[in-house]
């Protein structure tokens, strides 16, 4: 598997999740063609053979997911992207741009409430904010919370 970020702007947390599960990373280039559009331009880091998980903040119309899932295909990924995001906007051709034949998973968390989910995973935030509200009320280390301690999800193993 490889962590792909969508663009410069999502690179340091790439970055840190790379290097947390010991996966290589890469980044997708790409520029503006107006205010609400944009075009992948190419791929920085090697995909070839690589399960891409691509994580960002905000899915809105999905237009940069599916550009970016074509651009690692014709890199060489293996058609089985994961997409990982925390908040599912999803406006306008979202779930048709998500439905892309090269996209195996979506996995959004719950801070978005989705009106109809054709089968994307929703990962409770509710959890890590009790044990934060927690840790503040008996004075224990919040920032504790962000080192992952448990096992790793078989979609990030590089099979």
Known sequence: AVIVSPDAGRAEEARRLSELLELPMAMLAK????PT????TYVIGEVKGLRPILIDDIVSTGGTIRRGVEALLAAGA???AVVMATHPVLV?????NL???GI???VFT?????????GYVVLSTAPLL???IRRVHTHKSVSELLTHRGPVDPLFSSA
């Open 99 to 101: 439905a892309h034949e």
């Open 104 to 106: 195996e998973r979506v």
């Open 92 to 96: 306008g051709p979202a779930r048709e």
């Open 130 to 132: 009790a044990e934060a």
């Open 37 to 40: 559009e944009t075009e992948v």
């Open 78 to 80: 293996r058609p089985e």
């Open 31 to 34: 520029r503006r063609r107006g």
């Open 110 to 118: 719950d801070t978005i409430p989705l009106a109809e989910n054709p």
